[in-house]
Each structure stands twice: as C-alpha cells, then as structure tokens.
C-alpha cells in the first residue's frame, strides 16, 4: 500500500477548444482548490487495486483504510500481508487511534506488516501503481474530491479489469547485492 498527496486544482481560465489545424489551448495559471490524499492497495499477483482519495492523511485515514480492506475486500483471509513505506501513519498503533481496543487487535492480529527500507520506493510496489495511475489518470487538471473519486473509481474498475499482474523480476540473490548493507558482516 501507498499514498500520495493531489493538488485539486481548476482553471483560471476557461480553456480554448481545439480547432481546426489548432491543438486545445489552455492556460498555465490555475486556482488551487486545496489537496487530499489518494489511497493506493495492490495485490500484485491477483492484478487487483483499490484507489480512494481522503481529504486528509491521518492515522485515523489510514487505519479506516486497513479496516476497509481487512473487512470489505478480505474478509475472509486468515493474514493480509502489507508492504509499505515506514511512515507515521503507517503502524498497528493507529489502529487503536481510530477503534476500539478490541476492535483494533482483532484487526492487528490479521496483519502482517513489512516495510520497505529508507530509499527503497522502489520495492514498493503500490508507489510503482501510484505512477502508473499519475500518468494515466490524473495527467489533467481536476478540481474537486468528487470528480477525483470518479476519474479514481473508472481507473481502477479498468485495471481490474484487465487483471494486469505485477510481474517482479528482482529476486534475492539480486537484493542480497543491491541492498548489501543491510545484511550483516559476517
């Protein structure tokens, strides 16, 4: 899983359809409408996303987040892996910000959280998603939390779709090399 901050932003100025021999014309000064934060989950091998955009990036967000994903998209696994980044947010102690204890260790109990290493965006494959949907997607202006949801929603009912698998070629021999420094000297 990862997340990323969005700028809403509409035009200053109406922009100039295309014509004939003429490409659209739109102008470089907009107006910022604030930003919100979007929600990326993969399950690489299933070729399955979830993409959700939150006004705010909180631990009470992410933790709503998991329990969506825990509770909706999973309700029946036994253990959800998640690999992420290391940040604030992202951690069983969240959990317990936004339920109930009871609550949140059932839901902790059905984790099992891995994060990636400081600098290894990389290896995560949601943040590769996250540029993938930043390119397909959201290459335009858009100025409101409800249209952002619905460019969100229409990416991700056509990604799943196609089922499109992650395909990792970055085995551990590889990792053993790359990431040398964080195995210890023997």
């Not at 989950?41 to 006004?55: F, I, N, S």
Request: net charge negative; charged share 30%; proline share 5%.
């Amino acid at each position: 899983m990862d997340e990323k901050p969005y700028q809403l932003l509409a035009h200053a100025r109406d922009p100039i359809p295309a014509g004939p021999g003429r490409d659209r014309r739109e102008d470089s000064e907009y107006v910022r409408h604030g930003t919100c934060s979007i929600f990326c989950w993969v399950e690489p091998l299933a070729g399955w996303r979830r993409v959700d955009a939150q006004p705010r990036r909180t631990k009470v967000d992410w933790a709503r987040q998991v329990k969506e994903l825990l509770c909706v998209d999973y309700p029946d696994a036994e253990t959800v892996v998640l690999v992420m980044d290391n940040l604030n947010t992202h951690g069983i102690g969240s959990l317990y910000e936004a339920f109930e204890p009871a609550e949140a260790f059932a839901l902790a109990q059905r984790l099992e959280i891995h994060h990636t290493p400081k600098h290894g965006s990389w290896l995560n494959i949601a943040e590769i998603e996250l540029s993938v949907l930043t390119r397909q997607c959201l290459d335009r202006r858009i100025e409101d939390l409800e249209t952002l949801g619905a460019e969100l929603a229409a990416w991700q009912r056509q990604t799943n779709a196609d089922q499109r698998q992650v395909q990792w070629h970055f085995t551990t021999d590889d990792a053993r090399i790359k990431l040398r420094h964080l195995y210890p000297n023997t």
